[in-house]
C-alpha cells in the first residue's frame, strides 16, 4: 500500500511528454495560400500600430508636461516611459501570440527565423508589417499632438549627449539580448512540459523584460531595441537628427537577437551538442 502512494505521488507531478517540434520550411510557398498567414500579418501591423501610438504618445506627454516647468519630477517620468512601453507589449502579445506569435519587433522576428522557428517567407512579411505599422501609429501620434510633435522630437531614438556610438550599439545590443532571450525562455516548449505544473504567462517576463532594459537605456539610446520602433519615429519625424548613427538601431538589435538565438538554441538547448552526436551516429553506418 505504502508503495502505491509513493508511486501515485510521484506520477501527479510528473512532466508531460515532449517531443521537439519539426524546424519550420526555410521556404514555405504554401502559406501564401492560407488565410492564417495574412491574418497574421495584420495582427502584426495592427499590434505595432498601436504599440508606437500609446508609446510615441507617452514619451511626447512627458516631455510636454516637463518644459519650462520647475518640477524636474513632473509628469510620468522615466518609469511611467519604461511601464508604456512593457505594459503595451505585454498586452499585445497576450492579445496576438494565438494569432501571429506576438513578435511586434523585427528583431524578434529575425531571431526566430535564426532558431528556425518561422520561415524565410513569414519572418520578411512580418517585418514589413511592423515597420508600415510603426509608422501609421506614428503618424497618428503627429496627427494627435501637431502643436507638440516636432518640437518634442517626434519620440525619435536619438543617442544621447556623451555617449560614444560604440557605447549606444552595445547598449542596443545587450537589450534586445535579454529581450529575445527573455521570448525564447518564456516560450520554450520544452520548459512548458518540464513545468507543467508551474503556469506561466509568457507575455508577462516579456513585458517586464522590455520595461527592464528601458529603465536601463532610455538615458542612452532612448531604448530602441525595435527596429520597426526607431523606423517609424524617424521617418514622421524626418529630421537630420532621427537619421544620425540610425544603423545603430538596426544593426544593434539584429546582432543582439542573433546571439540570444544562439545561446538559447545551442548552449542552453545544447543543440550543437545534438548537432555532432547525430553527425557521428550517422559516421558509424
Known sequence: MAKDMEVAEAGSFSAKDYHDPPPAQLFDAKELTKWSFYRALI???IATLLFLYITVLTVIGYKSQIDGSADSCGGVGILGIAWAFGGMIFVLV??????SGGHINPAVTFGLFLARKVSLIRAVMYMVAQCLGAICGV????????????KYGGGANTLADGFSTG?????EIIGTFVLVYTVFSATDPK??????HVPVLAPL????AVFMVHL???????????PARSLGAAVIYNQDKAWDGHWIFWVGPFAG????????QFILRAGAVKALGSFRSAQRF
Open 94 to 99: 497576450y492579445c496576438t501570440a494565438g494569432i
Open 257 to 264: 537577437a542573433a546571439i540570444a538565438a544562439f545561446y538559447h
Open 139 to 150: 503618424g497618428l501620434v503627429k496627427a494627435f499632438q501637431k502643436s507638440y510633435y516636432k
Open 43 to 45: 495582427a502584426e501591423f
Open 167 to 171: 557605447t549606444g550599439l552595445g547598449a
Open 205 to 208: 517576463p516579456i513585458g517586464f
Open 216 to 226: 536601463a537605456t532610455i538615458p542612452i539610446t532612448g531604448t530602441g531595441i525595435n
Open 191 to 196: 520548459r512548458s512540459a518540464r513545468d507543467s
